[in-house]
């Protein structure tokens, strides 16, 4: 008989395989495209489906941050177009940090090589 893990393992499995990844990347530190979404779908569907907080997904999927869950699942919202929900506001709020911080970085790399152009 199998465990109620193993159970939600099993539908991970079959998440990756629709998706063309293997299990391992899946559930390991991979981050190419196709395997984070993937990833962020998993996750979304462990969380609906059995009701998982953010902490017991992390567990299953081998987090040890329940943060990581909370934004893959919101950003996998946004990815679907669904913004009413408060996590994917967070996932949201997040995402445009992380651009305008992109940004601000490559206007200063930008910038001092403006400048090491001017004084050379």
């Known amino acids: 008989m199998k465990t109620p893990r193993q159970k939600i393992l099993d539908e991970v499995a079959e998440i990756a395989r629709l998706n063309g990844v293997p299990m391992r ?65 967070m996932a949201l709020r997040i995402r445009n940090k992380a651009r305008a911080w992109q940004k601000m970085k490559r206007e200063q790399v930008a910038a001092s090589q403006e400048t090491g152009e001017r004084a050379a």
Do not use: Q
């Not at 907080?53 to 893959?72: D, L, M, P």
């Open 25 to 89: 990347d899946l559930m390991g530190r991979c981050r190419t495209k196709d395997v984070v979404r993937a990833r962020k779908a998993a996750m979304w569907f462990v969380w609906f489906k059995y009701n998982k907080s953010f902490n017991a997904v992390a567990a299953i999927f081998g987090r040890k941050e329940h943060s990581a869950v909370a934004f893959a699942i919101g950003a996998h919202l946004l990815d679907c177009g669904i913004t009413d929900m408060p996590v994917a506001r």
